[in-house]
Nanobody, 117 residues
Framework: QVQLVESGGGLVQAGGSLRLSCAAS????????MNWYRQAPGEQRDWVAT???????NYADSVKGRFTISRDNAKNMVYLQMNSLKPEDTAVYYC???????????WGQGTQVTVSS
């Protein structure tokens, strides 16, 4: 079955950096578009970034220029490099995939990112 496992979250001061990782299994990773979302307390889950199977990337305006999504097809891994972190980036970060043929949502368990001011 599809499994996504995130890691790399933690507590960091404003202006700092973190690198999140997501290990994927149960899918044909190289043809799957991969996404990162985040959810702050009391808020809805928001899209953060996408990397397509071809390596094209897209970002939410709130993280553009600070976050970088990447993938390693040999390892079935997707990453989110987060620089210049702000307190408003504090959230649980989730890895997401919608694999063919059903395109249903699969989520990891999430990893907490806390940015102190």
């Amino acid at each position: 079955q599809v499994q996504l496992v995130e890691s790399g979250g933690g507590l960091v001061q404003a202006g700092g950096s973190l690198r999140l990782s997501c290990a994927a299994s149960g899918i044909i990773f190289r043809i799957s578009h991969m996404n990162w979302y985040r959810q702050a307390p009391g808020e809805q889950r928001d899209w953060v970034a996408t990397i397509t199977s071809g390596g094209n990337t897209n970002y939410a305006d709130s993280v553009k220029g600070r976050f970088t999504i990447s993938r390693d097809n040999a390892k079935n891994m997707v990453y989110l490099q987060m620089n210049s972190l702000k307190p408003e980036d504090t959230a649980v970060y989730y890895c997401n995939v919608r694999p063919a043929p059903t395109f249903r949502d699969y989520w990891g368990q999430g990893t907490q990112v806390t940015v102190s001011s």
